[in-house]
């Protein structure tokens, strides 16, 4: 899948689970815990590619996401790119071939999307509101570039990342203070998780059973069989399930929505 496919999957699973909670367990949120949660999750679902590296010295290549706060996050992604190679090498089994690149390894599997859930959850307790600002900050450019890919392309990644700062400042500002922010971590490991996924859709596979050996293989290529799965980057993907989630956001965003809106017009009459 490409980049805002994934970001549209995080924001719709965000806000169709938003809504089911609402409707069946009366579980409400505010306007702007939505609003944070559903750019988290959509940031959350372009996270596992920031493995995706490029040529740092010469500010080239890396995947869209990778590129979103300039040469800063292309460095981030050699990192986590290397990292990833290096964790390969030491859990790979017999069978596993060799690589040059860990791009789809260890930002693929579960152990993962957990770790990243509990380091969110883990910094937004114990440092507060100033862990909640580098977190959205760093996730609503992730998100923005996502999911408005072709303003983010031409206004330039020095305008996105003064946008996500400038959010990032203004919801710290307007969140209550006395708390610590658990959902920001579910929604960046809930998102993560919703990027799996949409790759296990794609013919490439992802390696979501490690650290599962299977037949003296650690990382075992999970995907849908070649004749049902999706081509990346294919016009089913861009047309049909971009347009579906896009639908199901805005019908799940309408349900969360209309309750308090009746409300208003109540108090009104
Ligand atoms: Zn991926």
Redesign the pocket.
Known sequence: ?MGPS?ALSGAAVWLSGSWALQQFYGYEQSPLALAVGTAVCAGGALL??L??SGKVTRNQGG?TVARTFGVFSLFVAEVVEKVSLGVYYATKLSRDPKRSNG??TL??TIPFTVLVGWGTTTLCARYGKWAVIGILFFMIGLALRGLFDEWAERAGWVIVTLVSAGAAFFTAANLPGDRGYPMIGLAVGVGSFV??L??MITR?G?PILWPIPIKRRMWTPISLPDRIALRAGGRTEIVVVRTALTIVSVLAATGLAAPSVLDRFDLDI
């Open positions: 899948m994934h596992p590619d493995d995706l995947a791009h789809r930002t693929h990027h799996i949409g790759d490439a992802v």
